[in-house]
């Protein structure tokens, strides 16, 4: 069984910085993929910051220039930096795995909370 343990939401000031966690968690897999999504309350969940096994990232346009997706392999671990915060970025963060074991598992963490508030 695989499982994401995320960590780092909460509360900071427009033009901030917070780094989110995402730690899989389990036996019997490899990482394809691992991404990191939002979803704002009233809105449809979105991708923010997706990575692969080989480094290739790829960012929302809203984000771009004040996010940055990074892997730690040996952890199985991805990080959220997200810097210049704004208060539409207030909203739960998610985090996604695609999982290769006998076929191909797509994984969600419990969501983590950021709000973005003066």
């Known amino acids: 069984q695989v499982q994401l343990v995320e960590s780092g939401g909460g509360l900071v000031q427009p033009g901030g910085s917070l780094r989110l966690s995402c730690a899989a968690a389990g036996s019997g897999f490899s990482i394809a993929a691992m991404a990191w999504y939002r979803q704002a309350p009233g809105k449809q969940r979105e991708m923010v910051a997706e990575?692969?096994?080989?480094?290739?990232?790829n960012y929302a346009d809203s984000v771009k220039g004040r996010f940055t997706i990074s892997s730690d392999n040996a952890k199985n671990t991805v990080y959220l930096q997200m810097n210049n915060l704004a208060p539409e970025d207030t909203a739960v963060y998610y985090c996604?795995?695609?999982?290769?074991?006998?076929?191909?598992?797509?994984?969600w963490g419990q969501g983590t909370l950021v709000t973005v508030s003066s």
């Open positions: 996604n795995m695609l999982a290769r074991t006998t076929v191909y598992l797509r994984v």
């Open positions: 990575i692969t096994s080989s480094g290739t990232t």
